[in-house]
């Protein structure tokens, strides 16, 4: 099995930053892609960032600009660093891996448990 616990989330006043960590772990061979949605009460999962094994990101283009994803490949770990936060980015954060190599011809796709960002003054 393959889980991703993440870890940073909180209470942050606007303008403020957070970071947020996602660590893999369990029995996997690889994993190319990993990145972040969120969820807002009331609104679709969007992907906020994701990175490749080789360091191509990707943002949705309401956090270009702030937020920052970076990763350790041999910690199988992807960061966010989250900054000018806007109240509007409160949510729940989500890890996620969609193509986990778990075997030589076996792929999985992982998801965290999620971890709440709230910006509020």
């Known amino acids: 099995q393959v889980q991703l616990v993440e870890s940073g989330g909180g209470l942050v006043q606007p303008g403020g930053s957070l970071r947020l960590s996602c660590a893999a772990s369990g029995s996997f061979l690889s994993i190319n892609t990993m990145g972040w949605y969120r969820q807002a009460p009331g609104k679709q999962r969007e992907m906020v960032a994701d990175?490749?094994?080789?360091?191509?990101?990707n943002y949705v283009d309401s956090v270009k600009g702030r937020f920052t994803i970076s990763r350790d490949n041999a910690k199988n770990t992807v960061y966010l660093q989250m900054n000018s936060l806007k109240p509007e980015d409160t949510a729940v954060y989500y890890c996620n891996a969609p193509k986990v190599r778990t075997t030589l011809y076996r792929f999985s796709e992982v998801w965290g448990q999620g971890t709440l960002v709230t910006v509020s003054s």
């Open positions: 990175i490749t094994s080789s360091g191509g990101t």
